[in-house]
């Protein structure tokens, strides 16, 4: 076994080394049967080598069969490695690329416990047929296919996909690219992304899905039970992209569909291009979670397009993508809907500081996950502080010369990508004026804790209602008098009110609520999972079996954490919480379990 590779500086969570890549074919089975998909990834060169070189690839529980390198004439063997493994960076391959070389072909399999891979049974879907999706963010493609897994480096890619097994002729299979519409008899797919993406923007569905056209660029691919529900949840996705392409410029990607997961999937939104994957838990029924199609269609400019170099800069994706999300949310229902979002953010970010505490280092933007799995860098504070910088330049500069500075970043990186210091460069040379910089305190922002003094705080007309309607609860008014204050209420007037209730609240007080209100039987995944912890604080029984139910069947983290928690916090509820999570655990992602098993001591 050869030593470990350093890590490249540039990103320190991968060991990528070696020739650049331009292009990667992939050729794999899917083989529900096994667990595994299996088959060969063959890597493209820049250029064909003038003379040997090393080449270092990402891999984790990977089995490589084999290696060649193809020489203009003919195919050679290389001679390769595996380094010892790192529980979470894997295992760097090393190959050994003899002069000439202009392509390498890996043969592999994966593990039936690949991290990125979710092998779902029928049962664990809406319909009766098994499901296999991945989720690659962040250092989880080289889980199922060798790979430089740094987001700094990037590729085309095409790929041809052999879904076996009796079911093959009903499983469709999709990617973050070019997508079939139909499902094929013969198992077989060809898929081709002809612009350069990074690692973590690899993607792979396969299962019973059918598919429903919006408009001629935009479409929604679902489980046959789902689609209809989902068509009728999204229908404001075409008026979404044009919204966007009006913000920051045109679309870069050809066409933007949407697949709906069995509700597994770990996230709300993964933006993997024109395929963003989305949880079923935003089928609400009345479109109203729908700010996270705005967020992941965002990510087709900020993130995908000018992508953050390491997982230090993650801000830089998701700060501005949250911005631009509010900004799109804006354009379609207007202001104060976005300043609902926009409050509802700062909520959560106040939460998550208060947490963390005034001075930790997990509250600065840019991060330093070095020797630390990136997905602990995966915090509000990216997301939100990161939105309120923008908005603080909007303040300083006004939204036209913001905009044009945004259309302008987005143009001129366009698939490449940048850190947290080359974009306080550009900023401060092409955006501020001297004086403007010096009202902007940006080292603060970027590395420092908690929010400089002077951040722009949101206020929600609309939310005057919830504090008006809290207040006369507080004053001893019944649930039912609130009625005429309620009747109009979206989504985030009542996770606003319920996460304003406070935490003192009897299980008879929840009763009466739940009589006028039914927060217990709400279909909205939102409401459920800000209402279910203080049915746990109050000790309300109600809801005590829609809870499991919730947690047996959802497995988006971001609900999952915190319902864990409280349940934990309650009398007897460790081992509830244990009886619990062993009964729904194999319905989870490796992203919840992970998380999950930590916390709940498994
Ligand atoms: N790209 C993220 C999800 C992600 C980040 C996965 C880091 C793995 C590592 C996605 O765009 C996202 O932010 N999703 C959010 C929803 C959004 C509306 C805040 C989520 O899943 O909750
Ligand atoms: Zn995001």
Known sequence: MQPLPTPPPADPHSYAQGPALRHLQLALTVDFAQQTLAGSATWLLAEPLAAAATLVLDTRDLTIEGVQAGLKASDVPVSYSLAAPDPVLGQALRLELPAGTAAVRIAYHTSPGAAALQWLAPTQTAGTHPFLFTQSQAILARTWLPCPDSPGRRFSYEAAMEVLGPERGQLLALMSAENPQATALDGRYQFRQPQPVPAYLLALAVGRLDFAPLDARTGIYAEPATLARAQAEFG???????????????????????????????????ENPCLTFVT??????????TSLVAHELAHSWSGNLVTNATWDD?????????????????QLYGRPYADMLQVLGEADLRHTMQEMGPASPATHLRLHLAGRDPDDGLTDIAYEKGCLLLLTLERLVGRPRLDAFITEYFARFAFQSMTTDHFAAYLTQT?????EASQLDLPAWL???????????AQSARFAAVYAALARLAAGAGPATLQPITTEWSSQEWEHFLRGLPPTLTAADLGRLDEVFHFTTSGNAELLAAWFPLALRAGYAPADAPLENFLRHVGRRKFLVPLYRALLATPGGP??????????????????????????GA
């Open 575 to 600: 081992a509830r919480a244990r009886e619990i999570y062993q009964l729904a655990r194999p319905n989870y992602h490796s992203v919840a379990t992970s998380t999950l098993d930590a916390l709940l």
């Open 236 to 270: 404001e996705m075409s008026a979404m992209v044009r919204a966007a392409e009006q913000l920051y410029g045109p679309y870069r990607w050809g066409r933007y569909d949407l697949l709906v997961l069995p509700s597994s999937f770990p996230f709300g939104g993964m």
């Open 447 to 457: 590395d420092g804790p908690g929010l400089p003094p002077g951040a722009p705080v």
């Open 280 to 289: 079923p838990t935003i089928l609400a029924g009345d479109r109203s979670l």
């Open 314 to 330: 993650f801000w830089l994706n998701e700060g501005f993508t949250v911005y631009f999300e509010r900004r799109i949310m804006e």
């Open 431 to 435: 955006l501020l004026t001297p004086d």
